[in-house]
């Protein structure tokens, strides 16, 4: 069964840092792409940043670019984002999904067949 | 706003078919896969169509996607009270290389 657990959210003040992580399970992790995709309170969902099975490309929306880096470690079946110069409009659920497929960019990259629970984050003084 | 644009709402009774439209341009829909996705209260999102119109296994086929030049629709027939749901389109966009959402179409089973 496939599992994705997210975890490091929390309360963190404009312009800090925070690594998300989401831990992979019930597939081999290494041969799929990987999605971070958000949501604001009471509103809609936002795609954040992808990044291809052996980590070697990487996509982020102009919104994050610069500011977080999305990456894996494929000997933890682990996925992460390192959030830097964290913003009020950055506070949201952010959720990993996994890329379904054999994927590595572009048309395929929306087709997102399994899903986390969510990890809130929060920026606010 | 959001790049691909959806309905915020849409209704209908048991039994209705009803659709929701996403409507793009031709660096997102017009040449690249939809994906619709449904979020039931208080949960992730599901997949409900990929590619188009592909259901995934498990999917009803009261659920059902079609795609033509830069606009698509999800159409529900049969409708019962579990669709009350977010619905969001989704699709690869070439001029941003990044995912597209639309904003979201709300549905309420009256």
């Known amino acids: 069964e496939v599992q994705l657990v997210e975890s490091g959210g929390g309360l963190v003040q404009p312009g800090g840092s925070l690594r998300l992580s989401c831990a992979a399970s019930g597939f081999t992790f290494s041969s799929y792409a990987m999605t971070w995709v958000r949501q604001a309170p009471g509103k809609g969902l936002e795609w954040v940043s992808s990044i291809s099975g052996n980590g070697g490309s990487t996509y982020y929306a102009d919104s994050v670019k610069g500011r977080f880096t999305i990456s894996r470690d494929n000997s933890k079946n682990t996925l992460y984002l390192q959030m830097n110069s964290l913003r009020a409009e950055d506070t949201a659920l952010y959720y990993c999904?996994?890329?379904?497929?054999?994927?590595?960019?572009?048309?395929?990259?929306?087709?997102?067949?399994?899903w986390g629970q969510g990890t809130l984050v929060t920026v606010s003084s | 706003q959001s790049v691909l644009t959806q309905p915020p709402s849409a209704s209908g009774t048991p039994g209705q078919r009803v659709t929701i439209s996403c409507s793009g341009s031709?660096?997102?829909?017009?040449?690249?896969?939809v994906y619709w996705y449904q979020q039931l209260p208080g949960t992730a999102p599901k997949v409900l169509i990929y590619r188009n119109n592909q259901r995934p296994s498990g999917v009803p086929d009261r659920f059902s996607g079609s795609k033509s030049g830069t606009s698509a629709s999800l159409a529900i027939s049969g409708l019962r009270s579990e669709d009350e749901a977010d619905y969001y389109c989704?699709?690869?966009?070439?001029?941003?290389?990044?995912?597209?959402f639309g904003g979201g179409t709300k549905l309420t089973v009256l």
């Open positions: 031709s660096s997102n829909i017009g040449s690249n896969s």
């Open positions: 999904a996994k890329v379904a497929g054999s994927c590595s960019g572009g048309t395929c990259l929306g087709d997102f067949d399994y």
């Open positions: 989704a699709a690869w966009d070439d001029s941003l290389s990044g995912v597209v």
